[in-house]
C-alpha cells in the first residue's frame, strides 16, 4: 500500500467518524454545549452540525482529488 493510499484510508476513516457524529448530533443523541468565561453552558450544536456538514463536504472534495490523481 502506497503512502498515498494510506493517507487516503486514514481521510476516509475520519470522514466515515465525522458522519456518525453528524447523525448523532441531528438525531438529538448528541448535543455539543460550551462554556464561555465562566458563563453559563450554551447550546451550540447547530454549530457543531454546520461544523460537520462542511468538514464532510471537504473531505468528500479532497477524497476524491487525491483519488483522481494518485489512484485508490
Known sequence: MSVWDEFIHRLEQNLAE???DLELLE???MQHRE????????????QEIDWHKKTI????????KLRAEHGG
Request: net charge positive; hydrophobic share 20%; proline share 4%.
Open 35 to 46: 462554556r464561555r468565561g465562566g458563563g453559563p453552558w450554551v447550546d451550540t450544536t447547530q
Open 57 to 64: 463536504g471537504m473531505y468528500d472534495g479532497l477524497i476524491r
Open 27 to 29: 438525531s438529538g443523541q
Open 18 to 20: 465525522c458522519r456518525r
